[in-house]
Each structure stands twice: as structure tokens, then as C-alpha cells.
């Protein structure tokens, strides 16, 4: 493990958690399918937090860190003990990195809005299911 800071391929501001995790096991030489299998999760599931769908239980981000040999810290955040930056890395034009990082935001702003339509749709349901 190698000690990274906030600022480099995968602090907060380049990288999710779901980009994290999927470095992460890659660099183990995992598929998803067995990281699934030792965590004990459906594919799917896991499938779900490395595409920021959903994100895991402390338990199982525990788990994964451990498996992984990563710290939670850096899968949650990017700092602490992880990954290095690869190798062949690229330099981003600063108008290119804006553009990702208000494509993420984006993407976690409709995250969020689909989270709530789901509460305000199940909130609907009991209310006509208890027919008030």
C-alpha cells in the first residue's frame, strides 16, 4: 500500500468510491465475481457500488477493504493508504477536468433525485394503501 493524497488520480475530486473499489480489485487481480463471492454478496450488488448505484454497509466495506489491502479511508475518500496513481497516467486538460467533475456531480445529484422519487413513491403507496 502506498500513502496518497487528496489531490492525485483518485482524491475526491478525480475519482468515486465505485472508481476506487473497481481499481482496488483490479489491482488484486479480482473479478467481480469473486470479490462478490468472498464478500458474500449477489453480483449485481457489487456491481451497484462500482458503478455508484449503491453504496455498502460499513460491515462490507470493512470487509472489502481488508480483502483489498486498502484502508476504508481511501476507499471512501481517496486519502490514506491505496493505490498509487498508474504508471501511464495522462494529463488532463484543466477544461476537460472541469467537465468531469460537473459530469460526476451531475451524476450524484440524479443519484440522489432517484433515491428520493423512490421514498416519495413508497410514501404514496402506504398512504393509498391505508386509504388516507
Known amino acids: 500500500m502506498e500513502q496518497t493524497d487528496t489531490n492525485d488520480w483518485y482524491g475526491p475530486d478525480a475519482a468515486t468510491f465505485g472508481d476506487r473499489l473497481a481499481a482496488a480489485r483490479e489491482a488484486a487481480g479480482m473479478t467481480q465475481k469473486q470479490l462478490a463471492k468472498r464478500l458474500g454478496v449477489k453480483l449485481g450488488t457489487l ?5 455508484d448505484m449503491s453504496e455498502p454497509r ?6 472489502m477493504a481488508g480483502i483489498l489491502n486498502v484502508s476504508i479511508m481511501w476507499l471512501l475518500t481517496g486519502e490514506g493508504d491505496g493505490l498509487a496513481a498508474p504508471e501511464d497516467e495522462v494529463t488532463i486538460p484543466p477544461e476537460i477536468n472541469d467537465l468531469l467533475v460537473e459530469i460526476r456531480d451531475l451524476k450524484a ?8 422519487l423512490g421514498r416519495l413513491e413508497k410514501k404514496l403507496r402506504l398512504t393509498l394503501k391505508s386509504g388516507t
Open 47 to 51: 456491481n451497484a457500488w462500482e458503478n
Open 58 to 63: 460499513a460491515n462490507r466495506l470493512s470487509m
Open 109 to 116: 445529484q440524479i443519484g440522489a433525485s432517484a433515491e428520493r
